[in-house]
């Protein structure tokens, strides 16, 4: 499962640029068809948006506001499917939405859009808490011109954990993924169809020539570098979301809380996530090199806490409390006429000669974005069937043994929405000391070894910030746990004493840099500027791309 650049051959039926959820999710159907299918990623697998997002599959109620009636039709069937086929990892959450008078959306509107939410869901959802009973659910809401609220259901996943499980499903049933991998060239033959790509270890610096007739574009904002878009006016815009992560104490809420913000009406939301609380998110244009890691900003900070202070105005809550940030840049498609807000999630899809680019779209409708991407590279594939649609997009887990090591029933479903079939073997293999949650976390320390031996993890920030997500859910990057986390993996990864004193010096400057409040320690900001300017440098170099 750990092949590298060396292991792996020269001729393929299909190779695909990115391993975010879309990459991921075209990789899943490509390994269903029997084809032979590579997937490479410059970065860590999930490494972009695709672990930085929501964290929420949702129907999107936004965009019925927006007459965008199928892709909310889309979101929803796409929803209830996850939820079907997987449960643990993508589990329902439930949402309040407070009414007041003369502000945000009114109780009307609000019933007509979750009524059409019910429908195309199939079942009723939704209902409304008058005042009194809403404040004993929510006892600490801003009551002045509170009328109510709607209670509706939509969904959350661990986004990272969603795209390795896609990923290490296909490699299983015959497909390969390579991270740390980038493509350095597409070539093309005299009558400019594509013949192969040129692909190189980012880190060894080792290069191969592989041969293909079909590579799918699969790179999210980065897509324009492989191929510009064919219509003058129709150009990614990359928009920036940010999000803070408290303490449940500190933000206490069991369920989502979505309302209007107050200087500018976008909706924004908090709600348990993996023992913590998001609340999130902005919506900015990013006008940073996409090279650079994206972070949050302290004007994004500031307005994330407006909001806060607005609907929990009682609270005494501070940008000290929060544990980390997070920042993705979505790849919206735009003519540059709306709002960031305002702009479609939908996706397109682009065909040149054997190359295509699939980009746009959101997180819940994976799965449509692999069918539509590989819809238009079928002339360039083998005579195969495609994939059935009513299919299981992921392997049916087992039910808990009789051996269930004293787990609860949660914790088994969380390990086998994580995981799938191989929690079982997780478990078998932990030490009894092991099998116990992480402070603040949903997370076994058992998972730790787990994942380093069976994941690609090349380096200490894989592991804390995607593999498993301590990295963001504990005070300073999990820096207290670092000893520990050493002690259990240092068996399963080929790190001397010097590399392990690297590997722990740029993870905690990568936290500092990306996932720390700004403003925190700044005398740290040097070094971490100057760390990651050497880095982006090398990387920016893997952006000289001739197709």
């Not at 659910?137 to 109510?148: S, W």
């Not at 609220?149 to 969603?162: C, I, N, T």
């Not at 799938?420 to 116990?436: F, H, Q, S, Y």
């Not at 590997?503 to 971490?528: F, N, T």
Request: include cysteine; proline fraction near 6%; charge should be neutral.
């Amino acid at each position: 499962m750990n092949e590298t650049i060396k292991d792996i051959k020269k001729n393929w039926d299909l190779i695909i640029i990115g391993g975010g959820i879309t990459g991921a999710g075209i990789l899943r159907e490509t390994v269903r068809m029997d084809l032979n299918v590579l997937l490479v990623e410059q970065q860590d697998f999930a490494w972009g948006t695709s672990s930085r997002s929501s964290k929420l599959v949702h129907g999107g109620l936004r965009y019925l506001k927006e007459g965008k009636l199928f892709l909310t039709r889309d979101s929803i069937k796409e929803r209830e499917r996850l939820l079907k086929e997987a449960p643990g990892l993508v589990e329902p959450l439930g949402f309040m939405f407070p009414v007041y008078k003369g502000r945000g959306l009114g109780k009307w509107s609000l019933e007509a859009g979750l009524a059409i939410y019910d429908v195309i869901a199939k079942k009723r959802q939704h209902r409304f808490y008058d005042l009194e009973e809403f404040v004993k659910l929510e006892p600490h809401i801003d009551r002045k011109g509170l009328t109510g609220a709607f209670h509706f259901f939509d969904a959350q996943v661990d986004d990272a954990r969603l795209v390795l499980r896609l990923i290490l499903e296909s490699i299983k049933s015959g497909g390969h993924a390579l991270n740390y991998t980038a493509v350095e060239k597409i070539d093309r033959n005299d009558r400019g169809e594509v013949t192969g790509v040129i692909i190189k270890d980012v880190e060894t610096h080792e290069t191969k020539e592989l041969s293909t007739g079909a590579v799918i574009n699969a790179t999210g904002c980065w897509a324009e570098k492989l191929h510009p878009s064919p219509k003058k006016k129709l150009h990614l815009r990359p928009l920036r979301g940010g999000h803070m992560i408290f303490p449940a104490g500190v933000v206490p809420v069991d369920q989502a809380v979505s309302f209007s913000h107050p200087s500018d009406k976008r909706s924004v939301f908090m709600f348990p996530w993996e023992g913590s609380v998001i609340v999130g998110t902005t919506d900015l244009d990013h006008k940073e090199d996409l090279s650079t890691e994206p972070v949050i900003t302290e004007e994004e900070i500031s307005y994330l806490m407006e909001g806060l202070h607005t609907i929990f105005p009682s609270l005494d809550i501070s940008p000290d409390d929060c544990l980390s940030t997070i920042a993705g840049v979505r790849p919206v498609l735009s003519e540059g006429k709306l709002e960031p807000s305002q702009e479609s999630r939908e996706h397109v899809v682009w065909v040149d000669k054997g190359l295509i680019t699939i980009t746009g779209g959101k997180l819940t409708t994976f799965r449509i974005l692999a069918f539509d991407a590989l819809k238009a590279a079928k002339p360039f594939l083998p005579p195969v069937e495609p994939p059935d649609a009513d299919e299981p997009g992921f392997t049916q887990s087992s039910m808990i043994p009789e051996q269930d090591m004293g787990l609860p029933p949660e914790t088994w479903s969380n390990l086998f929405g994580r995981y799938g079939e191989p929690a079982n073997n997780l478990v078998r293999e932990a030490a009894l000391k092991d099998l116990k949650v992480i402070p603040g976390t949903r997370t076994l320390w058992a998972e730790l070894p787990y994942v380093a031996k069976n994941e690609k993890v090349r380096h200490l920030a894989d592991l804390m910030l995607r593999r498993v997500r301590i990295g963001l859910l504990t005070p300073n990057g999990g820096r207290e746990h670092l000893g520990r986390v050493r002690k259990l993996v240092a068996p399963v990864l080929p790190w001397d004493r010097k590399r392990w004193k690297k590997e722990i010096r740029d993870y905690l400057h990568q936290w500092e840099y990306a996932h720390s409040v700004p403003g925190v320690k700044p005398e740290l900001d040097g070094k971490v500027k100057a760390l990651y300017n050497n880095v982006n440098n090398g990387i920016k170099k893997l952006f000289n791309l001739r197709s």
